[in-house]
Structures are given as structure tokens and as C-alpha cells.
């Protein structure tokens, strides 16, 4: 069960540049996405959001932009900093009543190069 | 800053025992839920919670898996009879609503070793 896809595993940025992130979903009854940042041997952190009726949303460096015809997002860092490097989670849910699971990707390890 | 916590961090224990994973949710959230993730995979859901009455589970949850909210700041996960693939670690969240915009808050997880 594939419904969502990071198909990058890894990602090196050098520090200050942009970090681009990607995921990819198969399911059109998604209508909320999540970004997770997760450190080793902790729980993962909520980053950043996005509903389906925006195709952007922006909170500090990380900003979100959603393409639902193209069934992606994407996750900016900018600039980035080496506490950045961890692992990040896209995840989806469908909002109807009584279905509020997350749906997670398999991750991306990003490591900022300082 | 309110948070989730869960108890305790790591738990081993011998295949067919029982375990109870412990998680205290944000207090004013009302939606509880456990996933888990196996060593190199995604994390998967397993169970949410809500009105005290379990609202939806996964595949994985079967009658091994149960959960509980004894009191008003508690909530659990048991496995009655542990199994070797049941080694994972388990993330309790929470969240104060349901629909756009619900945010799940999680706990910083069990590891569980089934030996």
C-alpha cells in the first residue's frame, strides 16, 4: 500500500541554500497534508500543514505548496541550517467523519552540509 | 510547551507475554491515537480513539491489540500475547480535533524488543 510516496531516500543541501522535499500521493480522497521532521530515538515533530483548498501555505523558512492535479507536494526550507538534518514525513488524511488516520510516506533523510 | 509522553521508553520482553504502553495525552486534546514502526519501514497506523470508543483501526490491530483510556489522563496500548514481528516502535498521538487542520502531536516512543 503505496498511497503515499517520498521516492527520494536521501537529500544533501549545503547550509543556506534551498531544501526541496517531495511527495507524491495516489489517493484523491486526501484532502489534508502534514509535514513531520523526526530526530533518531525521538517521536516525530509536526513541521508544517496544508488543507486542498490552498495550494500554498508558508509558516517562518518552511513553506508547502500543494498540486492536486498532479497529486504532489513539496516542502521548501530556505534558508537551510544544519539543525535541519533529521528525517521528514509527508503525510495525508481524509477528512470525512470517523477517518482521520495519517497515512505516512517512508521518509527522506536530509542532511544540511555546513 | 504541552506534550505528549509515553512510558516507558523502552520495554523487552519474552514472546507470548503481555505489555501495556502507557501515553499521556495533550491534555485538552480529545482524539487519541497509536501508530507504530518497524526498524526501516514507514510509520503505520494502528488505532485512534475517541469518546471512549475505539472510531477507527487498521489491519494490524487484531484481537491481540487492545487499547484503553483507565482515567482521564491515560491511554494504553496492550498486546496480550507478544509476537517476534511485533517489535517496533510504538508512537502514541493526540490531537485536539478532527478535520482539516487536526495536527497530531506525538509522544517520543516505545521501543519494543520481543525476544
Known amino acids: 500500500d503505496q498511497q503515499v510516496k517520498q521516492n527520494s531516500p536521501s537529500l544533501s543541501v549545503q547550509e543556506g541554500r534551498i531544501s526541496i522535499l517531495n511527495c507524491d500521493y495516489t489517493?484523491?480522497?486526501?484532502?489534508?497534508f502534514l509535514w513531520y521532521k523526526k530526530y533518531p530515538a525521538e517521536g516525530p515533530t509536526f513541521l508544517i500543514s496544508?488543507?486542498?483548498?490552498?495550494d500554498k501555505n508558508e509558516d517562518g523558512r518552511f513553506t508547502v505548496f500543494l498540486n492536486k492535479s498532479a497529486k504532489h507536494l513539496s516542502l521548501h526550507i530556505v534558508p537551510s541550517q544544519p539543525g535541519d538534518s533529521a528525517v521528514y514525513f509527508c503525510?495525508?488524511?481524509?477528512?470525512?467523519?470517523?477517518?482521520?488516520?495519517?497515512?505516512f510516506g517512508t521518509g527522506t533523510r536530509l542532511t544540511i552540509i555546513p | 510547551e504541552p506534550e505528549v509522553t509515553q512510558t516507558p521508553s523502552h520495554q523487552v520482553t519474552q514472546m507470548g507475554q503481555e505489555v501495556i504502553l502507557r501515553c499521556v495525552p495533550i491534555s485538552n486534546h480529545l482524539y487519541f491515537y497509536w501508530y507504530r514502526q518497524i526498524l526501516g519501514q514507514k510509520v503505520e497506523f494502528l488505532v485512534s480513539?475517541?469518546?471512549?470508543?475505539?472510531?477507527?483501526k487498521s489491519e494490524i490491530f487484531d484481537d491481540q491489540f487492545s487499547v484503553e483510556r483507565p482515567d482521564g489522563s491515560n491511554f494504553t496500548l496492550k498486546i496480550r500475547s507478544t509476537k517476534l514481528e511485533d517489535s517496533a516502535m510504538y508512537f502514541c498521538?493526540?490531537?485536539?480535533?478532527?478535520?482539516?487542520?487536526?495536527?497530531?502531536?506525538f509522544g517520543p516512543g516505545t521501543r519494543l524488543t520481543v525476544l
Open positions: 480513539f475517541y469518546n471512549n470508543e475505539i472510531s477507527e
Open positions: 498521538a493526540s490531537s485536539r480535533r478532527q478535520g482539516v487542520d487536526n495536527e497530531q502531536f
Open positions: 489517493n484523491s480522497m486526501f484532502d489534508y
Open positions: 503525510a495525508a488524511s481524509a477528512s470525512d467523519f470517523g477517518n482521520e488516520k495519517l497515512t
Open positions: 496544508i488543507s486542498s483548498i490552498k
